[in-house]
């Protein structure tokens, strides 16, 4: 009862103001000026009637002041705003809509239902915050959207957390049913900034089939031990920029993916990531395209890999640039993907069923790295890698961790798990390969097994050219 009061009297407001856009807002003397069409409306999730208390479900409440600001919108073409005063917001899923920025100031926390009925019946929109085919829609305010993915844990397992999966109904099958955080499916003009993304139950951020999505001043902390917490997901979308992030998660950290279209013009800039994946992947859902992508100005700290291509579906890699970058990969348990490598580009058919794309024209300039493993650069005979450039390299390689080496990684699918000694530069099915002032340093304990510097058959490795290359050992 309540509630639906405060809706009325809100729409009767928004009415109120609907004549006041008629007004001359270009005239210096109106009165009404501060009211011009371009000022954002605000309406408080508090005067809908959400208590804050984080135990209450603040859901009804929430989304009615998300629709009335939907309506003020798309009645008078006003952007709106939802704001969150500070306190504690239990939901169930959340759809956001055109026109509306959700404005979570500091010390206000979104947090997510962790029952299956909190969440749609269709696994595909299980978010705790969703925009579908929105536009000019975005997140900020300073405050925290929580998945409390804690609670999701089964047993808690410091090599991998065992969690719990939704698949009794038969709306999800396997053992990664949870709900995702928040999501973009087919929205346009997204602004998303100064906003944690905390404790995701399984992905966190996923943009799907957007175009121009402006993603900065984020962070994104995801507890270490659990799978499928992927930091930013970005599927099939063009025009996106991510700059300024955070993201401490135990999977992948940004990760394109290519499921029914392409992906072009993706930049990620300045960025601090840590995962026990991969701190930027591709892949491994590629059956399209991955075109004009950058990555610059990033650091990636204790990760089980740093630059990452894993190209299973068919989907062509073409101009990339790595600039920048500094780098320190480690082993950790190997139930998680990645075996240490820096750098580690592959190409191969997923299964019988796949072809393997092509990879070209990528460069890593000014990339720094210390690491337990070598860099892995590995097509396929139908992917070959073309127009491979290194530029201004330095590798340190050393061990740290007690975890065994001598593997190489084609997983998921291919070769799986292979043994193999460990090489600075590991090489296969490539035609076109520069390097140019790299240098390898080597650590001269526990490497008894790597005194191969460039490992590679001439036979799958076709027109390599060194200028400066130096590998040396030496002393802590
Ligand atoms: C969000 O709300 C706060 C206080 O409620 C306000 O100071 C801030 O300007 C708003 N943010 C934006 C982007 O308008
Ligand atoms: C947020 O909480 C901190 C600690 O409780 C407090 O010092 C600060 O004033 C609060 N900020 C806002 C904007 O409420
Ligand atoms: C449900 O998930 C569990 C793991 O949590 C898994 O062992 C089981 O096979 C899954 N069942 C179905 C039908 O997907
Ligand atoms: C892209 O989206 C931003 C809002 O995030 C908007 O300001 C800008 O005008 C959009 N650009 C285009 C070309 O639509
Ligand atoms: C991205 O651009 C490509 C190439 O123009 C186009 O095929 C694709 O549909 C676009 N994707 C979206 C989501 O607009
Ligand atoms: C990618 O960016 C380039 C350069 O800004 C632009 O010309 C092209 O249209 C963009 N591609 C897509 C699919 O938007
Ligand atoms: C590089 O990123 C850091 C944040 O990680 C930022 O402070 C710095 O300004 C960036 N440098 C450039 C040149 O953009
Ligand atoms: C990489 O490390 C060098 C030397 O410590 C430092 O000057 C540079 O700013 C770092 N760059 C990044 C992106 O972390
Ligand atoms: C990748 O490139 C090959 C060779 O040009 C082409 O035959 C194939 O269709 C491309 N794959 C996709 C998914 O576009
Ligand atoms: C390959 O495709 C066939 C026919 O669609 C299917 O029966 C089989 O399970 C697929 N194999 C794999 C490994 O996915
Ligand atoms: C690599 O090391 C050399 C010598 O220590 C140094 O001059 C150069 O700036 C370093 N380059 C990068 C990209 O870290
Ligand atoms: C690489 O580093 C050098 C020296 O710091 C700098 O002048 C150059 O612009 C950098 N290259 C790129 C592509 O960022």
Redesign the pocket.
């Known amino acids: 009862m309540m509630r639906s009061k405060f809706t009325l009297f809100h729409i009767q407001s928004l009415l109120l103001l609907l004549p006041l856009t008629l007004l001359p807002s270009h005239s210096a003397t109106s009165p009404f000026l501060f009211l011009s069409s371009d000022l954002?409306l605000s309406l408080s999730v508090a005067d809908y009637g959400a208590t804050a208390t984080g135990r209450h479900y603040d859901t009804a409440a929430i989304q009615s002041a998300i629709d009335d600001c939907a309506s003020a919108f798309s009645l008078q073409h006003r952007p709106c705003?939802v704001?969150f005063?500070p306190g504690k917001y239990l939901t169930a899923t959340l759809h956001l809509k055109s026109g509306v920025?959700l404005?979570i100031?500091r010390n206000a926390t979104i947090l997510g239902g962790t029952k299956l009925e909190d969440y749609p019946e269709k696994q595909e929109k299980w978010y705790v915050v969703v925009a579908e085919n929105a536009e000019e829609v975005g997140i900020?305010?300073g405050g925290e959207i929580n998945g409390q993915g804690l609670e999701f844990v089964k047993r808690f397992d410091e090599r991998k957390n065992v969690m719990v999966s939704w698949n009794e109904t038969g709306a999800c099958l396997g053992d990664e049913c949870r709900p995702r955080l928040v999501g973009f499916i087919g929205c346009k003009n997204v602004r998303i900034w100064d906003v944690s993304f905390n404790q995701p139950a399984y992905w966190c951020l996923h943009i799907v089939r957007c175009r121009n999505t402006s993603i900065h001043d984020i962070s994104i902390y995801g507890d270490f031990n659990t799978p499928n917490n992927d930091g930013i997901d970005i599927e099939d979308s063009n025009n996106t920029l991510i700059t300024r992030c955070t993201i401490d998660t135990g999977d992948d950290a940004i990760c394109p993916k290519t499921y029914t279209g392409p992906i072009y013009n993706l930049t990620a800039t300045s960025c601090w990531i840590k995962t026990k994946s991969s701190a930027i992947k591709f892949g491994s859902a590629s059956w399209y395209a991955f075109k004009g992508l950058l990555f610059d100005n990033i650091t990636i700290v204790e990760s089980h890999r740093g630059l990452g291509l894993q190209i299973r579906d068919g989907g062509n890699v073409s101009d990339i640039t790595f600039s920048n970058i500094n780098i320190s990969t480690r082993y950790y348990d190997p139930s998680w993907w990645g075996r240490a490598e820096p750098i580690y580009i592959t190409t191969c058919p997923r299964d019988n069923n796949s072809t393997a794309g092509s990879i070209s024209n990528l460069q890593f300039i000014n990339i720094t790295a210390t690491s337990e493993n070598g860099v892995f650069l590995s097509g396929s005979k139908g992917g070959v890698l073309r127009n491979l450039k290194f530029l201004n390299v330095n590798l340190t390689y050393k061990r740290w961790t007690n975890y065994v080496d001598g593997l190489v990684d084609y997983r998921p699918g291919c070769q799986g798990l292979v043994n193999h000694s460990t090489a600075g530069f590991m090489m296969e099915h490539i035609d076109g390969l520069e390097v140019e002032n790299v240098n390898m340093r080597w650590a001269e304990e526990k490497t008894q097994l790597w005194n191969n510097p460039l490992d590679f058959r001439p036979s799958t490795v076709n027109n390599i050219s060194l200028l400066n290359f130096h590998s040396g050992l030496y002393k802590q």
Do not use: A, K, R
């Open positions: 954002p705003q704001n005063p920025l404005n100031s900020t305010g």
